[in-house]
């Protein structure tokens, strides 16, 4: 009973020390940071890695289930990667692999879950190249984007739009 509330813990203090940063994602450097935390004890890093898996590819499914409740087609084109060809345990090995290059560590793990099932499936490695080109641009993009972001600006649109609705709904 101790153990999941350590787990717990240990991700609500990681939630709270990375709060600041404009983070969307776990990536490489999170992932390789876990050992650090569970200082050096494997099954405890095993543990973590297991949990944080488990939970990522349970929301995949259940997104997947939402939308397919709602249009089969869609739910089939969004979610058509594979991401359950490994199992759990194969899984976290390959994405430790996949970490020690340092220039895939700012690549998000949902990418690198994917990514990982590419090499098992033994895709042709120029799609997985493409694949891995695509992600590095989009989230890029994705944190250029974020760290321009005007948080002013849009606490102003949305007071704007909210009071706007209100005012026109008491007319």
């Known amino acids: 009973m101790l153990r999941p509330i350590l787990i717990i813990l240990y991700f609500g203090t990681m939630i ?3 709060a600041q940063e ?8 999170d992932w390789n940071r876990v050992i650090k935390t569970m200082n050096y004890n494997p099954e405890n890093t095993f543990r973590v890695k297991k949990a944080y898996l488990d939970g990522a590819l349970d929301g995949w499914l259940y997104g997947y289930l939402k939308t397919w409740s709602k ?3 869609i739910a089939d084109d969004i979610f058509g990667e594979t991401v ?3 199992s759990t345990r194969e ?22 879950i994917i990514i990982v099932n590419m090499y098992a ?19 890029n ?9 005007n948080y002013s600006k849009l606490l102003e649109d949305k007071f704007i739009k909210h009071h706007s609705k209100r005012f026109n709904q008491s007319e």
């Open 22 to 29: 404009n983070r969307l994602f776990w990536d490489g450097r």
């Open 141 to 149: 993009e994705l944190i250029l984007d974020l760290d321009t972001l």
């Open 71 to 73: 249009d089969r087609a």
């Open 84 to 86: 359950d060809y490994l």
């Open 91 to 112: 899984l976290i090995k390959g994405l430790d692999n996949f970490y020690v290059d340092p220039i895939n560590s700012y690549i998000p793990l949902p990418s690198a």
């Open 16 to 18: 709270s020390t990375y």
């Open 121 to 139: 499936e033994r895709i042709p490695f120029q799609l997985i190249d493409q694949y891995i080109i695509f992600t590095r641009q989009w989230i």
